[in-house]
């Protein structure tokens, strides 16, 4: 079985350590064989409740520290099926978007999913022709200023896993 707990920073403080320790205590059962993926920001009541159980029960892996070429090719992924998505539903060409505006909006993120993620709302509303958006996008560099916008709001997500 695998359990994901996404933005567990999102908790009250109280309730992390104790999440967390549940969690952990997940091993002792012998029945089910659980894995477990928490996602979250490094905040100060997180660190402390993982500083709290064995480190034999767990890794981190820090995303933004993973190789930019990884992470690179995880978004082409992402920007694809969206876009392929789009395309669809909207019944544009089926060379819709060309190899050159997907590698650019994949260097445009910056290796941030969330400017991937928000480049696509916008290039998909419901109420817009994508190409046209699409061609804003790239005309007017939005993905790096998305990736500006989203490094003042210090996002930094930690993927811990652990072992069974």
Wanted: proline share 3%; aromatic share 8%; hydrophobic share 40%.
């Amino acid at each position: 079985m695998v359990l994901v707990v996404d933005a567990l920073d999102g908790c009250e403080d109280d309730d992390i350590g104790l999440i967390v320790q549940l969690l952990a205590q997940l091993r002792i059962l012998r029945s089910v064989r659980f894995r477990v993926f928490v996602t979250s920001r490094p905040e100060t009541p997180i660190r402390y409740s993982f500083n709290d159980i064995s480190t034999a029960n767990y890794r981190d892996f820090v995303l933004h520290n993973m190789f930019k070429s990884i992470v690179s090719c995880d978004i082409s992924v992402f920007l694809r099926h969206e876009l392929a998505r789009i395309r669809k539903s909207r019944h544009l060409p089926i060379e819709w978007p060309d190899e050159k505006s997907i590698s650019e909006l994949t260097q445009a993120s910056d290796g941030q999913f969330i400017c991937a993620a928000t480049i696509c709302r916008f290039i998909g509303d419901k109420d817009s022709y994508p190409d046209d958006r699409l061609s804003f996008v790239l005309q007017r560099d939005y993905g790096r200023r998305i990736v500006e916008k989203t490094a003042q709001l210090d996002v930094h997500h930690t993927l811990t896993v652990r072992d069974s």
